[in-house]
């Protein structure tokens, strides 16, 4: 089980009632796609993604990056059971998407630097530090079924 | 996955414009990483103060940028360039390499904080892939 301060929480809930997930969510997507371009595998049915301009300027891309952030809303609603929460869609993400769990991290990784890059110096240490805690439980969750 | 000319040119240009504050960015990153990566503060049991504030924090961040700086200018043979930092490393600090990722990672979140307009995609492949080879180089003498 895992725990979560008052403070952890209230970081985690501040952050998403802030957040446009049209704004975040197509450039996390975006930054994902760009700097670890192997995780464009996935998205072969996308259309152009030959380059960085035909990736940013990609429709396809842009929905759903706001899909997948809106994915993260059933984890902030339900903090202390991310990992019942996502059985299904971690068996989703395996047995008929078949991504491999490390590419969880690697969007992870980006949407920290885009929340990093949107509040600046108000995105402290503190900050990053429960917001990558809740991310690595994210990861963890959606990885969980993999058999 | 080696640095490319273009790689190169960007890591460059962006070094021009964020090495003034590269004290800043040091122990910024190194404060986030050891609030974030707790396991990290093994390597400073001997520090009184972990602080962000602290002086051994800011100075130490210092150190780490110089080290980055010297990556930079260094850029075309990191592994030849760096190898007493690597000797360092391996031998005196033994630090494990693992850890050289979660820094990286950290820098990355600070150029993002301070400077979000020009830590684009384009930049942050091309400083993720100069830190990883630069972490290769500090890895080169371990064993």
Known sequence: MVEWTEQERSIITGIFANLSYEEIGPKALVRCLIVYPWTQRYFSSFGNLYNAEAIRGNPNVAAHGIKVLHGLDRAVKNMDNIKATYAELSVLHSEKLHVDPDNFRLLADCLTIEIAAKLGTAFTADTQAAFQKFLAVVVSALGRQYH | ?143
């Open chain 2, 1 to 143: 996955m080696s640095l490319t000319a273009e790689d190169k040119a960007i890591v460059k240009a962006f070094w021009a414009k964020a090495s003034g504050r590269a004290e800043e960015v040091g122990s910024e990153a190194l404060s986030r990483m050891l609030a974030v990566y707790p396991q990290t503060k093994t390597y400073f049991s001997h520090w009184k103060d972990l602080s962000p504030k602290s002086a051994q924090v800011k100075k130490h961040g210092k150190t780490i940028m110089a080290g980055v700086g010297e990556g930079v200018a260094k850029i075309d043979n990191l592994n030849a360039g760096l190898l007493k930092l690597s000797e360092l490393h391996a031998f005196t600090l033994r630090v494990d390499p693992a850890n050289f990722k979660i820094l990286s990672l950290n820098i990355l979140v600070v150029f993002a904080v301070l400077l979000p307009a020009e830590f684009t995609p384009e930049v942050h492949v091309a400083l993720d892939k100069f830190l990883a080879a630069l972490s290769r180089a500090l890895s080169e003498r371990y064993r």
